[in-house]
């Protein structure tokens, strides 16, 4: 759904790859976990640096869980366009989620297979427990 709005996002991070982001030498790296909770893509915390800093501080803690190792906490600031995103604050997105699902489960009922799930992933269930456990994450928007 198209959203007029603009928001603060902070992205939690190495000092080193923050630095280089702002001086133009690389860009992000979308996150491509298969515990990632919205699928692959940047994440930003919106309004809040803190939660960015103390984010980029488990990751710190918890290397294991991480693609690109945190020595140095840091913080990475941006103006994120929300542009057409699925805002699960918003009666018409959860609709959209909800049909989405429904023409899901018909098309693997109809090929006679069974819908996908997140079972049987111990070391990444135990990830996603760790972090949701660490972090009441609430989903905001990114890329």
């Known amino acids: 759904m198209r959203t007029p709005t603009w928001v603060l996002g902070y992205h939690g991070c190495d000092r080193e790859v923050g630095e280089a982001v702002l001086t133009g030498e690389t860009e992000l790296l979308a996150s491509k976990n298969d515990w990632d909770w919205l699928g692959t893509g940047i994440y930003f915390w919106e309004n809040s640096a803190k939660r960015a800093l103390d984010w980029a501080k488990y990751a710190k803690q918890h290397p294991e869980f991480f693609r690109v190792p945190v020595k140095t ?32 489960r018909e098309v693997f009922s109809t090929a006679g ?31």
């Open 73 to 104: 906490p840091f913080v990475v600031g941006a103006v994120v366009d929300l542009g057409n995103c699925l805002d699960l604050l918003e009666a018409g997105s959860i609709r959209i989620v909800k049909r989405a699902h429904e023409e899901m």
């Open 113 to 143: 297979s069974a819908m996908p799930s997140n079972e049987g992933l111990r070391w990444q269930q135990r990830a996603k427990s760790s972090i949701r456990s660490e972090f009441s994450l609430t989903p905001v928007s990114g890329p």
